[in-house]
């Protein structure tokens, strides 16, 4: 019963900015953790940044500070991914994924279904 439902991928040109929603189809407990994983052919599904629901707090990886911004609607049970200064190497199917705690597991079972984010020049 309970879902992520992913929307707001794209194409744009290196600079453009994105946006990303995932929503669930219940309210998330105040411990849990959200974020987000872009995942590339043959590589394994990156962390680029994740909130915990209760107190707002983010991470961020390295490559994406000062480029991206995670945020929640807690009336909505949503959570965006604001990208902006899009590089190539920002390519991939991005998957939002909920967890028990911080750092989000790889092997939770809780994950969207991906939507295609493409970046080219």
């Known amino acids: 019963q309970v879902q992520l439902l992913q929307s707001g991928g794209g194409s744009v040109q290196t600079g453009g900015s994105l946006t990303l929603a995932c929503t669930a189809s219940g309210r998330p407990f105040c411990s849990h953790v959200l974020g987000w994983f872009p995942q590339t052919p043959g590589k394994e599904r990156e962390f680029v940044a994740a909130?915990?629901?209760?107190?707002?707090?983010?991470y961020y990886a390295d490559s994406v500070k000062g480029r991206f911004t995670i945020s929640k609607d807690g009336p909505k049970s949503t959570m965006y991914l604001q990208m902006s200064s899009l590089k190539e190497e920002d390519t991939a199917v991005y998957f939002c994924a909920k967890d028990n705690s911080y750092p989000i597991s790889r092997t939770t079972k809780l994950w969207g279904q991906g939507t295609q984010d493409t970046v080219s020049s």
């Open positions: 909130i915990r629901w209760g107190s707002g707090r983010t």
